[in-house]
Every structure is written in C-alpha cells, then in structure tokens.
C-alpha cells in the first residue's frame, strides 16, 4: 500500500508541474500575440518574422547545443522537417496579419479552433468513430467563431477571415508534429523550425528592410524571445503530464491574450464577441474531454481486464 500510495503521489506531482508549465507557456502565447498585434502596425511582415526565427534559431541552438553537439542537427526526416518549419512559418505570417485588424482576444479565440478541427479530420481521415456529442463541439466552435467575425457587420475587413486560415495551417502543423515525434527528437524539430524560419525569411529580407524606432525593434526581438520560451514550457509541460489532461488548459491561452489586449490596447470585446469567445472555449474544453474519455473506454473495450491499468496510465505518462 506504501509503494502504491508513493507512485499515486508521483504521478499527481508530476501531473501539476506540467500543468504549471503549459500555464506559464500560455501566458508567454498570450503576451507573443499582444506583442505581436504591437509590432505589426509599424513593422514589416518579413522583418518581423525574421528577427523572431533569428532569436528562436539562436536562443534554440545555444540552449541545446552544449548537451548535445552535432547531434541536435541529425534527423531522418528533413523534407518533413522543412516542411513543418514551412507550416509554422505560415502560421507566424497569417497571425502577423490578422492581428493587424482583429483584436488579440478575438483572434486568439479563432485560432484556437484547431483542435476541433483535428476531430473532423480524425473523423474523414482516419475513419475515428466520433459521437454526436462531440460533433456539436465542433459546431459550437466554429459557430462561436462566426460570432467573433460577424462577416456582415460594418466593421468587417477582409483580413478578418484569415484566422481561419491559420487554424488549418495550425492543424496541418499539429499533424505532422503528432507523426514526426514518434521517430523525430523534440530539440531537434524545436531547433529545425527556427532554421527554416529564418532561411526563408533570410531570402526576402533585402526587400523589406527599413529603419524602424527602437520600440519596434525592442517589440519583434521580444516577439522571439517570448515565441521560444513558450515553446519551450510547452515541451517541458507534455514530459510531465498526459495530453489528455493538458489540452484543456491551452484555452487560457484566450484569457491571457484578452487581458493584454484590455492592457495595452484598452479593448474591451463586445457582448457578440464575448458569447463568441465563451463558446470557442466550452466547446473546446468539453469537445477535448469528450473525446479522452471515449478513447479510454474504446481502450477499456478492446482489453477488458487492463481496465485499472488503463485508467492509472491516462495520467501517468
């Protein structure tokens, strides 16, 4: 009974200190946005990005580099590994963009529809049998996000409608770092995704290049600064608790970025896009839940007499 209770301590350690560190990383996301939406109305798109990848690349390579040498390098998988560099560099562009028109709470609120959109796929893709339930979560989610956007109302701009872009740019990009961390170290994507970032941005900053004030520089180096340690946290907070039990949590990520918009910008959102935001939040939070607890009972089913050992493993990896 000792040991058992021991193992029991363990795992609920292990489980909250990775919910302190997603919580920690979340705030970081929600200051990049916030930091971000005070970039981009003075400073270029691509000088922006590369100086993020350039303090990523390099926060990234200096950190890892010492443990592991040329090792941090060695992959199986470039072209995989260029493309999701691709794919997050696409996001950091759209983000970059949205926030120029859209407040930080609202766009936040859209971008946070990718695990939704993960079910759908899950659903067509991979022929994942998914309850009603959880389809009304998706419904939800992108019913709460029209709310935010409101296509017909006066203020509507164009640019508005790309956070939906991102969200499928972002669920390509969670896909792929779901199979690559099978076969693929989380340094060596971590440090890849900061290369290929900043090559790319490399090649068309001579086009882009201008003088900007020292607030604006101050703000894109702390937009990398602020983009490396949250994907750090992150890392750190998977080592230490289940998905299952950590995925909820990223939706704070929507209140952490609300709050910077009411401090820095002193935008308040409005009845619409509050009722929007709360129910991209309760859809996801409840569609994340809906969907662990069926993956355990199919687990349960298939194996009957592991059903104790599955329940402890849901939250001791």
């Known amino acids: 009974m000792r040991g058992s209770a021991l193992n029991l301590d363990s795992r609920s350690y292990r489980g909250s200190g990775g919910i302190v560190f ?3 990383a979340l705030m970081c996301f929600g200051a990049l946005d916030t930091t971000t939406k005070f970039a981009s109305a003075t400073a270029p798109l691509v000088m922006a990005l590369w100086m993020r990848y350039l303090v990523q690349a390099g926060l990234t390579t200096a950190m890892l580099w010492p443990s592991r040498g040329t090792r941090l390098f060695r992959t199986a998988r470039p072209v995989l590994q260029f493309v999701r560099g691709l794919l997050l560099l696409t996001c950091s562009g759209i983000a970059f963009l949205s926030l120029r028109v859209m407040p930080v709470g609202e766009f936040t609120a859209i971008a946070m529809l990718t695990p939704l959109l993960l079910t759908v796929i899950a659903a067509v893709m991979l022929r994942e049998q998914v309850s009603w339930l959880r389809w009304l979560c998706v419904v939800g989610g992108f019913g709460g996000a029209m709310f935010v956007i409101r296509p017909g ?3 509507f701009h164009w640019a508005m409608l790309l956070p939906l872009v991102l ?3 972002n669920t390509a990009f969670q896909a792929l770092t779901s199979r ?3 076969t693929e170290d989380p340094g060596t994507m971590h440090a890849y995704t900061g290369i290929v970032g900043l090559l790319l941005t490399s090649s068309a900053l001579p086009l882009a290049w201008q003088a900007l004030p020292r607030t604006i ?3 894109i180096v702390l937009m990398g600064v602020l983009s490396t340690l949250g994907h750090f946290l992150l890392i750190m907070a998977y080592t230490r608790a289940p998905v299952a039990i950590l995925t909820p949590y990223l939706y ?3 209140a952490f970025a609300a ?3 009411w401090l820095v910008f002193a935008h308040v959102p409005d009845a619409w896009s509050l009722a929007g935001i709360a129910l991209v939040a309760v859809s996801g939070v409840f569609g994340t839940w809906l969907t662990g607890r069926e993956r355990l009972a199919r687990k349960q089913l298939e194996s ?3 059903s104790i050992a599955a329940i402890a493993g849901a939250d001791a990896n």
């Open 252 to 254: 704070l990520q929507i």
């Open 259 to 261: 709050l910077g918009g």
């Open 180 to 182: 690559m961390a099978r």
């Open 167 to 169: 969200v499928a740019a």
């Open 22 to 24: 997603i919580v920690m």
């Open 217 to 219: 520089w101050a703000a």
């Open 304 to 306: 009957p007499e592991s």
């Open 153 to 155: 109302k006066d203020l």
